[in-house]
Structure formats: structure tokens, C-alpha cells
């Protein structure tokens, strides 16, 4: 049965791009479908459709919604601290409003393990698998859809079953690091109040997550705001409008470093939105 949307007025000082924001890569359980966004988080199917300053919502509450979008957050604070150079102001330009979504944590590392080396698309595809095969069912609007697995659910899987999931060589890698936060009762708790570095370094030692999985995670589940995740789009940018020194350099961990320390250095303790805004308006940055 479908319900009825509930309406959310935004504020004059809440700007949000919706299309931006789940647009943008940073989450793989979003999809636009006749004017409406669609998407699993936590247990709850959410749709959702921006009108200017209204905010169209079916499937989760008011509260729910604003702290997933992060529109407690004071956006306008946030772009006025890294709008440093005309780089980063054009991409502010292209795409205001955007925002850091507040994803669950367990399902952001998973999420993350299976994003090396591949595209947006083709984790949307793993991750939707792992739900459909292992996580609960869940009534949307209109029909069914899967919440994604939680540790528990996960805790028996094989490397064949996450094979079954699309996952390839990642899948040796995810019944790794799921031993790792099994054998650890509170091993979520302790990494959710490390500082930045330490955090990133915790992920890090997890099979499967590097450098850049590790900054994802950091900057989209725990809100550390100074990460400065480096793909390749970013890594472009970089080098064409501010580090052309930098065009050279090889794709090795120490090099990311380089990258990554000009990022923080730069853009100061709200770098990942920086880097975000970089990102979804890299079109336009790098035609």
C-alpha cells in the first residue's frame, strides 16, 4: 500500500541539493525513478523528492530524514570555510547544497571493501546482492525491497556466498575483516571515538580496506569532516588546478599521502566537503 508523502519545509538556511547529494557516489543504495529517489537505509525504504524548498518524504519521519541529510549541519558555515580559491568556488557554484549523508557505519565499510578498483555502478550492484541475498526483508512503497545484512546476519557467510554477490577477489577479503570485528565484541564502539588519524589507521588494518576506503569511511559513517578521500576525478583535479607537480606521480600509497595532506592542508577541518564539492562538479573542473 502506498502511503502518503509527508511534506518538509526547508528552511532558508538549510540548503539542500537533493539530486547532488545522492547523485554524488557517496552511498550505493540510491536510485532516481520517476522524479523520485529511492533508497534503503538501515530498515527503512525511503523515497524522496525535492520541489525547491520542499522535501518530499514517504516511508520514514521528519526527524529521521534530517539527520540522515545532515540538515542540522550549517552548510552555509561549512562552504564559507573552504571557498578559499576559485577552484573550489566554482564547484560550490555547480553543485550548492550538497550534502555529507550520515551513513551506518557496518554497512559503509562493507559498502567501501567493495568499491576498490571498480565504478559506482558496479557497487550498487554488490551491495543491492548482499542485501537481496542476506538481509531481512522490508516493505517499501509499492512492494519489497531488503534492509541490508547486519554483523550478525553476516557472521556465518563464505567467500563462495559473497562470491555469489559479485564480489570476486573482495570476497576473501570481506570474510577476513568480518572475522576481525567478530572477534571483537566492541570493536565498533572503540573505532566511533578514535581521532581522525587513528581511526583511519584502525580501518586500515582491516583486509581489504586502503587508504581511500578508509577516508570514505571515516568521512561518510563517523563524520570526520577533515577527510580528504583521493579517487581518481579528485586526484585529476588536483593536478590540473592546484599540484600540476603532481601529474606524475604513481598511484602508491605514498603518494596518495601527497594528495591527501594537500587536501587537509588546504581546505582545513571541512576538507571532505571540499572534496566532495570537487568531485560532483568534475565535469565541469575537468572537461
Excluded at 542540522?72 to 562552504?79: C, F, R
Aim: some cysteine; aromatic content about 10%; charged content about 25%.
Amino acid at each position: 500500500m502506498k502511503t502518503m508523502p509527508e511534506t518538509i519545509l526547508l528552511e532558508v538556511d538549510e540548503p539542500l541539493d537533493l539530486d547532488a547529494t545522492l547523485g554524488c557516489g557517496q552511498a550505493f543504495r540510491w536510485v532516481r525513478r520517476d522524479g523520485w529517489w529511492e533508497g534503503v537505509v538501515g530498515r527503512q525504504a525511503i523515497r524522496l523528492r525535492q520541489d525547491g524548498r520542499r522535501l518530499e518524504v514517504r516511508g520514514a519521519d521528519e526527524s529521521f530524514v534530517r539527520h540522515y541529510l545532515s540538515l542540522d549541519l550549517d552548510l552555509e558555515a561549512v562552504i564559507s570555510s573552504i571557498d578559499r580559491d576559485p577552484v573550489v568556488h566554482a564547484a560550490i557554484e555547480e553543485v550548492y547544497g550538497l550534502r555529507i549523508l550520515r551513513q551506518p557505519l557496518f554497512e559503509c565499510l562493507i559498502s567501501y571493501l567493495c568499491a576498490t578498483n571498480t565504478n559506482i555502478q558496479a557497487v550498487q550492484r554488490r551491495v543491492e546482492a548482499i542485501a537481496r541475498h542476506y538481509g531481512e526483508r522490508i516493505e517499501s512503497d509499492g512492494g519489497q525491497s531488503h534492509a541490508f545484512p547486519d554483523l550478525s546476519s553476516l557472521s556465518h557467510v563464505t567467500d563462495e556466498g559473497l562470491r555469489a554477490c559479485r564480489l570476486g577477489y573482495r570476497a576473501a577479503f570481506a570474510t577476513r575483516t568480518l572475522s576481525t570485528i567478530i572477534a571483537e565484541p566492541d570493536w565498533f564502539l572503540r573505532l566511533s571515538i578514535l581521532p581522525h588519524d587513528e581511526a583511519r589507521g584502525e580501518l586500515m588494518t582491516l583486509s581489504g580496506i586502503g587508504p581511500k576506503a578508509a577516508d570514505c569511511i571515516c568521512l561518510f559513517a563517523l563524520e570526520q569532516y577533515e577527510a580528504f578521500p583521493v579517487d581518481v576525478w579528485v586526484r585529476r583535479i588536483v593536478c590540473r588546478h592546484y599540484l600540476p607537480a603532481l601529474e606524475t606521480r604513481s598511484d602508491s600509497p605514498a603518494h596518495y599521502e601527497e594528495f591527501r595532506s594537500f587536501g587537509k592542508g588546504h581546505f582545513g577541518r571541512f576538507a571532505g566537503y571540499a572534496q566532495e564539492y570537487l568531485f560532483g562538479a568534475r565535469h565541469r573542473l575537468c572537461p
